[in-house]
């Protein structure tokens, strides 16, 4: 969860959500996003709604006078969910729980029960649920994993972010290298079917070499999902602050670009295709069912401090202190900081800016005329493949569209 919050309209202290959004709720997807907050440390290009124990101790204290911690974190996530059943009145079963962060493996597997047993008592699971959680490799186990196989869990997303020392460094990531791909095989052989491995390319000072290394890694854990993402330098970060003072060099868009072919030619060879720009899987079934709810338009709850929801056309985000948001709970009011209601013209351009990420593309039928007509343009143009527009009438990126595809969104809105 980004830690600079959106303005928008003011929610209401009840989160009570107008009938329309209600309308047609269970017929979509839905899914259900816990964010705890919780860090070990703090990684140097990180902006995510994150806090040390130290930061916590140091900052506002709850209305016991108590500093924020997981226990009052998880009370507070309890109160939020079952406020959530009464705001949607009948909720349909969770089909996906995805419990990010922050580092969720700092709760340990026993914590991280009890967060899947709050979401099964206010939603309950659809019975082929995907439940899962993210984890920092230092702060697991072979326990920990079949603590989380017993729970319920289906799928972990381990972060690796590279397998070089010295990139590593740069990010300020703690883990020894080697520990992802460990912390991958012990996961398999607890039963999970479903591990990802996350990637970060682009980090000042990595070459294509150190990124192959990585990619040998990925490949030799076993894992049936890549994701890859491009380093993004945010405001705020001590990244950024490195680079600003001119001891780091600003990431270069031409070797961007070259690690993402890299990364896309290597798994590809592998048996791992893409199925959104930054995602491989090995198969239908190791797809990530929970992000593609998101890319989909489908309903989400999102529960914790700093989280961001979606049903029915409104979208609204939590207050991003563990404090603050345990303090409003324990008052019976909603955490939520503000909402918008998006406009038919707005979730036109969302659909678009979500769909053409997917392998499947998005349907023509979904642009105006004027879109239609840039999509072809842009198939002339290299960016979309032309034999998906003229044979099966969707807009599916090329590779070399992939590369741009924030350009090719503006151009079909």
């Given amino acids: 969860m980004p830690s600079v919050l959106p303005t928008g309209d003011p929610a209401p202290p009840d989160g009570a959500l107008p009938p329309s959004a209600l309308h047609g709720l269970g017929t979509r997807p839905f899914g259900v996003y816990v964010h705890v907050p919780f860090c070990a440390t703090r990684c140097g290009y990180c902006d995510f709604n994150t806090y040390t124990f130290g930061e916590l101790t140091r900052s506002a204290a709850d209305q016991t006078g108590a500093p924020a911690s997981p226990s009052s974190w998880l009370a507070g996530l309890g109160q939020e969910l079952d406020l959530a059943a009464r705001v949607l009145g009948d909720p349909p079963p969770a089909d996906t729980v995805f419990v990010g962060g922050g580092t969720p493996s700092l709760l340990g597997a026993d914590g991280l029960a009890k967060v899947l047993d709050a979401v099964r008592a206010s939603f309950g699971l659809a019975a082929d649920a995907e439940v899962t959680t993210e984890a920092n490799p230092e702060s697991t186990s072979p326990e920990f994993f079949a603590g989380l196989r017993a729970a319920g869990y289906t799928r972990v997303s381990l972060g690796m972010q590279s397998a070089a020392p010295h990139v590593l460094a740069v990010l300020d990531r703690t883990h020894t290298p080697g520990r992802p791909q460990a912390a991958a095989r012990e996961a398999l052989a607890a039963g999970f079917d479903h591990v990802n491995l996350d990637l970060i390319y682009g980090t000042p000072g990595e070459r294509l070499t150190d990124l192959r ?128 209601t998006l406009s038919p013209a707005d979730q036109a351009v969302e659909r678009v800016l979500l769909e053409i990420r997917l392998a499947e593309g998005l349907p023509l039928t979904a642009l105006d005329a004027a879109g239609a007509a840039q999509a072809r343009l842009a198939a002339d143009d290299g960016l979309l493949e032309p034999a998906e527009l003229a044979e099966a009438g969707r807009c599916v990126l090329t590779p070399r569209g992939r590369l741009l595809a924030d350009a090719v969104v503006r151009r079909l809105t």
């Avoid at 290394?213 to 405001?235: K, N, R, W």
């Avoid at 990431?251 to 890299?262: F, H, I, K, N, V």
């Avoid at 603050?324 to 324990?330: M, N, P, S, V």
């Fill in 213 to 340: 290394d990585s990619l040998d890694a990925v490949l030799a854990a076993g894992v049936d999902h890549v994701s890859a993402y491009a380093l993004i330098v945010e405001e705020g970060t001590a990244l950024a602050r490195r680079i600003r003072r001119g001891e780091l060099p600003e990431p270069d868009d031409d070797y961007l670009a070259d690690c993402y072919e890299m990364i896309d030619g290597v798994l590809s060879a592998h048996g791992l295709t893409w199925y959104e720009v930054s995602n491989w899987a090995r198969s239908a079934r190791s797809r990530c069912r929970h992000n593609l709810g998101y890319w989909l338009g489908g309903d989400w709850w999102g529960a914790g401090p700093g989280a961001h929801s979606h049903v029915g056309g409104v979208r609204w985000w939590n207050v991003k202190h563990p404090a603050r948001y345990t303090a409003l709970l324990a008052q019976g009011l909603s955490p939520a900081a503000g909402r918008e």
